[in-house]
């Protein structure tokens, strides 16, 4: 067979003999080992990413800050996904408005972004405490649950309670981890958070933004955001 170069791809579920008769020139070198199974593999998709412009209707819809769920469904559907790799280190983030119970609530709690240290060390909750300091917080299932079912929360009123709320979840503990996993035909970085029963799907904008959906069990509604790489980590 003639030798040519040939981008590597993420490989996993193939047996080594349909593997040595493909038609393509992979070294062992260049393929990702994924857990203790060398020799079996699926393809997934490319390993490295390629410098991406955005589509022109997101930067409209992300400077808006607001559509709606059936557009901000085929936005996402039409992003990129990113890899593990591509997710590492802080983000700012954003709410991206659709009419959802909780829009607004995590700006009302001076919500900062998330941090991703390694595929198991992630910080899915970083807050603006009032001294400026970026802290860490563990999320509360109740106060899910709450954000779903009391908009009320999210009223001037109770926007100084809310800020003073982090303060006191702050943890230096990994509260998710990050994981390859498929959402609506594509697999791509997701975010698995230990102890609600939520994923944060991320697709690529650009090479500094992302778009988050968050799939909650206990929403049929799927709840958009925007994260926006930290430069000044």
């Known amino acids: 067979m003639q030798n040519t170069q040939k981008s590597p791809l993420l490989i996993l579920g193939?047996?080594?003999s349909d593997y040595d008769a493909m038609d393509q020139n992979f070294s062992d070198e260049n393929i990702p080992r994924i857990g203790n199974a060398p020799k079996k593999y699926t393809v997934l998709g490319p390993l490295h990413q390629t410098k991406m412009e955005p589509?022109?209707?997101a930067q409209s819809i992300l400077q808006a800050g607001k559509t709606t769920t059936e557009k901000a469904l085929q936005l996402f559907d039409s992003l990129a996904p990113v890899t593990l790799d591509f997710m590492q280190g802080?983000?700012?983030g954003s709410g991206l408005h659709t009419a959802h119970p909780m829009d607004g609530l995590l700006?009302?709690?001076n919500w900062y972004g998330k941090e991703f240290i390694d595929p198991e060390t992630v910080h899915p909750l970083l807050?603006?405490?009032p001294q400026g300091e970026i802290i860490k917080v563990a999320p509360q299932p109740m106060a899910m649950k709450w954000g779903l079912k009391l908009p009320g929360l999210k009223s001037e009123f109770m926007q100084p309670l809310l800020g003073l709320t982090p303060s006191l979840l702050k943890t230096?503990?990994?509260q998710a981890r990050l994981r390859m996993m498929d959402y609506r035909g594509k697999v791509s970085a997701t975010m698995i958070y230990d102890y609600l029963p939520i994923n944060d799907a991320f697709r690529q904008v650009d090479d500094d933004t992302v778009l988050g959906v968050m799939d909650y069990k206990e929403s049929p509604q799927p709840f958009f955001f925007v994260l926006r790489?930290?430069?000044?980590?």
């Open 107 to 109: 700006e009302a709690t």
């Open 14 to 16: 193939m047996n080594r």
């Open 55 to 57: 589509p022109e209707n």
């Open 90 to 92: 802080r983000w700012q």
């Open 127 to 129: 807050f603006l405490a």
């Open 229 to 233: 790489r930290d430069s000044g980590e």
């Open 172 to 174: 230096e503990e990994s």
